[in-house]
């Protein structure tokens, strides 16, 4: 039988639904608040659309592709990610949506991952690491956390602040350094950024980074995904401008500066997994007003991680996302080029080169060609910049 939840957001109810045993919403019931529903599932003035909703819903949970989530899911016995959605409510460390059973009285102040403790037994687990002879609490931020990588949330030992750990993939392990790297570069460029750093030394040998969370218990953030699912895209116009125009629309602030910072990094560290989903914007959960675009995050996918040394080639035409088929495309929606202190970046390969030989999975032939790539990188856009100048 489907259970009968309310959809919250923060305390306001928006709207009725009934999910099923298999983890999908499989009916809307009475809608609330039209205007807080999850931007772009809204049909209309007075509904909500299924087909929209059930895929935001979806959305939520951990991707199939995680690392570790199989032998996660045989511990639990559990076929699918989606069933994790209720067991903690829906709650995220992204959002302030959440789904309440209809009949329990319950307010988000209680509830939210923002204000109170949570477990950690399904991060735990996501690495591997399954208690003996105990069932695991599965009210955790963890169920909602989206990417392919190992990941999980973390409270400081004040519980204040909350923290998230992410690995790499093999044979190099790579990521993590580059997501450190991403945030080097944007530090120096003075461009708004999630700073990153390495963790030390595990009883595994793996590297992992670790930052903190940038949105707050009165902030949320929309991926660009969902920006662009609030109008269909016209035929004559391209992704780029597509998501310029729903912005436009929405009249969210910033977004042409933020998308030059974003190829510019892109380009320079040869990001080939920025998708719709791993940039976006910030908005006032309570208000619902736009803040801007969100602070530059998730860049780990970049400087030939998952390639072997001997193809490293930093002239070579690269295939990049979202907007366009290559990085050297891409720069060519960039507007301009004057933000760029250029020698704000010298001595960035050194740094990287010392940051790199921390990682015992990458011997010194390979270092040596990502910190020489590097610098070919940034010498190609200024060639590229003063060009367009």
């Not at 829906?90 to 102040?109: A, R």
């Not at 609030?230 to 729903?246: F, G, I, W």
Request: net charge negative; hydrophobic share 35%; charged share 25%.
């Amino acid at each position: 039988m489907p259970v009968n939840y309310f959809l919250m957001h923060k305390n306001i109810r928006v709207a009725e639904l009934e999910i099923s045993e298999s983890g999908n919403i499989s009916k809307i019931g009475k809608v609330f608040s039209l205007k807080h529903l999850p931007l772009g599932t809204a049909c209309g003035d007075s509904r909500a659309d299924l087909r929209s909703l059930d895929q935001w819903w979806r959305g939520r949970s951990i991707p199939a592709s995680r690392s570790g989530l199989r032998d996660m899911l045989d511990y639990l016995g559990i076929v699918d990610t989606q069933l994790l959605l209720t067991k903690c409510m829906g709650l995220s460390l992204s959002d302030q949506y959440w789904v309440c059973p209809k009949g329990v009285n319950l307010d988000w102040h209680q509830v939210n991952f923002f204000e109170n403790s949570f477990s950690s037994d399904v991060g735990n687990a996501l690495f591997g690491n399954f208690p003996e002879g105990v069932d695991l609490d599965l009210m955790s931020p963890d169920n909602t956390s989206d990417g392919w990588l190992r990941k999980k949330w973390i409270m400081s030992e004040d519980e204040k602040t909350r923290h998230l750990i992410k690995g790499g993939s093999a044979p190099f392990h790579q990521e993590p350094f580059n997501e450190v790297l991403a945030a080097l570069i944007l530090e120096r460029l003075g461009v708004p950024h999630v700073t990153y750093q390495i963790l030390p030394r595990n009883s595994e040998d793996l590297p992992y980074c670790i930052c903190p969370n940038f949105i707050t218990p009165q902030t949320e953030l929309i991926s660009g995904w969902r920006i662009c699912s609030t109008r269909k895209k016209a035929n004559h116009l391209s992704a780029y401008q597509h998501y310029l125009s729903c912005c436009e629309e929405l009249g969210i602030p910033g977004i042409k500066e933020s998308l030059d910072q974003m190829l510019v990094l892109d380009f320079l560290i040869v990001n080939t997994d920025r998708h719709f989903n791993n940039f976006g914007v910030v908005r006032n959960a309570d208000t619902l007003a736009w803040i801007g675009p969100a602070p530059i995050f998730d860049s780990g996918t970049s400087m030939w991680h998952n390639q072997l040394t001997s193809r490293i080639w930093p002239r070579k035409v690269v295939e990049s996302k979202p907007f366009r088929k290559t990085h050297q495309e891409q720069l060519q929606l960039v507007t301009s080029f004057d933000w760029i202190r250029f020698d704000a970046l010298d001595g960035i390969d050194k740094e990287y080169m010392e940051l790199l030989s921390d990682s015992p999975y990458l011997d010194e032939q390979r270092i040596l060609a990502l910190c020489d790539s590097l610098r070919t990188r940034i010498e190609m856009l200024y060639e590229f910049a003063k060009k367009e100048k």
